[in-house]
């Protein structure tokens, strides 16, 4: 069982950045596929990028790309998510997910086995 906690959301105007953090509590807690994912209102929740245990592999999305690194410290079973350049299309709910070991990184939400309970970012123009 792994516990999620997001924080570092927050309001930034367009060409700002933020970066989010996601504390994972848990005995095996470093041993997880950690990933983001965020949703803006009535659209649906969409992977942003994710991260191998290891730290070896990491996948981003397009619209992300070059932008957003994703990156952990298992010393610190922690996951971040370093936003740059950030446009008004990036306001959504962020939220950290973690997999299952053995499983790698996967964009399709359901996948997923643990959820925070979300962190809101606000671009402004």
């Known amino acids: 069982q792994v516990q999620l906690v997001e924080s570092g959301g927050g309001v930034v105007q367009a060409g700002g950045s933020l970066r989010l953090s996601c504390a994972a509590s848990g005995r095996t807690a470093n041993r997880y596929a950690m990933g983001w994912f965020r949703q803006a209102p009535g659209k649906e929740r969409e992977f942003v990028a994710g991260?191998?245990?290891?730290?070896?592999?990491?996948r981003s999305a397009g619209s992300v790309k070059g932008r957003f690194t994703i990156s952990r410290d298992n010393a610190k079973n922690t996951v971040y998510l370093q936003m740059n350049s950030l446009v008004p299309e990036d306001t959504a709910v962020y939220y950290c997910?973690?997999?299952?070991?053995?499983?790698?990184?996967?964009?399709?939400?359901?996948?997923?086995?643990?959820w925070g309970q979300g962190t809101q970012v606000t671009v402004s123009s």
């Open positions: 991260i191998t245990w290891g730290g070896g592999t990491t």
């Open positions: 997910a973690a997999r299952t070991p053995g499983y790698t990184i996967d964009v399709v939400p359901t996948t997923w086995d643990y």
